[in-house]
């Protein structure tokens, strides 16, 4: 068959639509979800290119209208994963012996797929089925889904770049392999684009995966499946099963052929699958590749020469976008006390003007928290800090779930650094604040380095630029992605490599070339073109009378 070395299309960031009031994408997205609404569908797995259901239907229903029914999803069991498995299994060698130009065609094509007739479709599943605004939909759904693709088919590309030298009479070059094994991809209810993108990631470098998505994201992970078949994905590459946790660890954690995971979730599951992959590490054919992205207890730190107003907006941004629903959200914020006060009102200015209600309202900023487990737990921190002589709320605290799982943007004074609201994880849209004395911010740095286990996000917001490096320096290691003068969210694809450590996961860097590399086995080939024909080396010569 010919050959050649192909260019790919050069990649670049999908362009974000504004959904203003009278722009024709306002209008079409606005009727997609008129007619999602209006029906009740029926989602099955799908497992070998097949549409998989059981005799057990689980409902589907918006967060923000708890009453309304989207539709059911089918509940399997371990049957069902192993039928998984062995289907992935089959679809290996074929996938993994197919010419990478055309493995990279399929997800080029599902880019160009979801970035426009699908968009609308996967944007509205998000909205409805996740709760999530028009815009912050638009950025995780439509955008940064299609920006996986396309810079993920780079990375591919540039990773089969790199070869060795070679010496004179030598040619050395790398084989770049996929595991041996099936890849299971584990995947969060929060970003429609990180779901998408955990099982097609292993799948581009030739992988087989096993996906099993959030029970509170199934209702769009339906639609990702729906756009990969349609852009050529061959059966039994991606599988998707809808399955609990325990059920899930228990085939596939045992299997033998267990390649590798992609994962991103809580630090507490994730710190269980290393565990079960360690006791079961005799088992496997090779040593498994543990990829994941956990928890963060993400920061704002502020000295007193910083912009006020864009700290506020920083604030009120990071912390509430998506409900606080974000491994990045900023939750909590440590602000001098000689600019405490006029920040307070300015953050409190901002507040006042914030809508909430469902998305289907493109005016409403804040949406549903997804379950109501999520919203009882956010309604125990915030009750006790109302109790509390170590706190304080100053904004919100309302919490209301007779029609939805609503919360308002809640923001919580700390009397104390180690307060618990500072300390662990809430996922939701609650900021702690911990006011500081000005003189004391090299021992407020320190406190603020060993508050957490997490190393996920962080921001400095200053105008002097001593202290922004000094910051910078200080924490170096309490955050995967650190941000000057900005929010601690929001993370683009090709531009902000995106991961965390100590607790907040292996630091991989989703849609960069470091994560790709995680789902990679090298194989360096050396071919000598003029093998030697006698073992002697010049020094065993004796030397000459």
Not at 193 to 216: D, Q, R
Request: aromatic share 12%; proline share 6%.
């Amino acid at each position: 068959m010919p050959k050649g070395f192909f260019n790919v299309p050069v990649a670049k960031n999908e362009p974000v639509k504004s959904y203003a009031p009278g722009s024709p994408e306002r209008a079409s997205l606005k009727a997609k979800i008129v007619e999602l609404r209006s029906s009740e569908v029926e989602i099955p797995m799908i497992i070998g290119g097949r549409e998989v259901t059981t005799d057990r239907r689980i409902r589907i229903a918006p967060p923000h209208e708890i009453k309304h029914t989207l539709g059911y999803y089918y509940q399997g069991d371990e049957s069902h994963v192993q039928m998984a498995i062995d289907s992935a299994l089959d679809a290996r060698e074929k996938w993994a012996a197919m010419s990478w130009q055309h493995r990279a065609s399929i997800f080029l094509k599902a880019a160009d797929l979801l970035a426009g007739p699908y968009r609308d479709k996967l944007n509205a599943a998000t909205m409805l089925g996740q709760s999530k605004n028009a815009f912050q939909a638009e950025i995780d759904a439509a955008c940064e889904l299609a920006d996986f693709y396309r810079f993920g088919v780079k990375c591919m590309t540039d990773i089969y770049k790199m070869q060795p030298e070679s010496a004179p009479g030598i040619w050395n070059y790398n084989e770049f392999r996929p595991l041996e094994g099936f890849v299971f991809a584990l995947t969060p209810f929060n970003f429609t684009s990180i779901a998408g993108n955990l099982p097609v990631a292993p799948a581009m470098m030739g992988n087989v995966a096993v996906w099993k998505p959030s029970k509170t994201a199934v209702y769009s992970a339906a639609v990702i499946m729906e756009i990969l078949q349609e852009a050529g994905l061959p059966d039994g590459v991606i599988n998707l099963v809808f399955v609990s946790g325990p059920v899930a660890a228990k085939v596939v954690f045992g299997h033998p052929e267990f390649a590798g995971i992609h994962f991103t979730g809580s630090t507490g599951v994730f710190q269980g699958i290393w565990k079960t992959i360690g006791e079961n590490i005799y088992k496997y054919k090779s040593y498994p590749r543990i990829v994941g992205e956990t928890g963060g207890k993400d920061f704002i730190f502020a000295d007193n020469t910083v912009d006020r107003q864009a700290l506020a907006i920083a604030m009120v941004r990071g912390a509430f976008e998506y409900q606080g629903q974000k491994c990045s959200a900023a939750s909590r914020c440590y602000v001098p006390e000689s600019i405490w006060d006029d920040v307070k009102e300015r953050v409190g200015k901002a507040l006042a003007t914030v809508k909430m209600g469902p998305p289907e309202d493109f005016t409403n900023f804040i949406n549903a928290v997804i379950d109501e487990s999520s919203f009882d737990k956010l309604a125990g921190f915030i009750d006790r800090a109302k109790a509390d002589d170590d706190a304080e709320v100053i904004f919100g605290g309302n919490c209301d779930k007779s029609v939805g799982y609503f919360i308002e943007p809640t923001v919580i004074l700390a009397k104390k650094p180690d307060y618990e609201t500072m300390v662990e994880e809430l996922f939701g849209p609650v900021l702690t604040v911990y006011v500081y004395e000005d003189e004391k911010m090299d021992e407020t740095l320190t406190i603020l380095d060993n508050t957490s286990i997490y190393a996920l996000t962080g921001a400095v917001m200053s105008q002097d630029r001593y202290n922004i490096e000094k910051i910078t320096k200080r924490l170096e290691n309490a955050a995967g992605n650190f941000y000057i003068n900005d929010k601690p969210t929001g993370a683009v694809v090709g531009q902000q490599p995106f991961g965390g450590a100590r607790g907040s996961g292996t630091d991989d860097k989703a849609g960069s070339v470091f994560n790709f590399l995680r789902w990679t086995s090298i194989r360096t080939i050396k071919e000598n073109f003029v093998p030697p024909h006698d073992y002697m080396y010049p020094n065993f010569l004796p030397d000459q009378e």
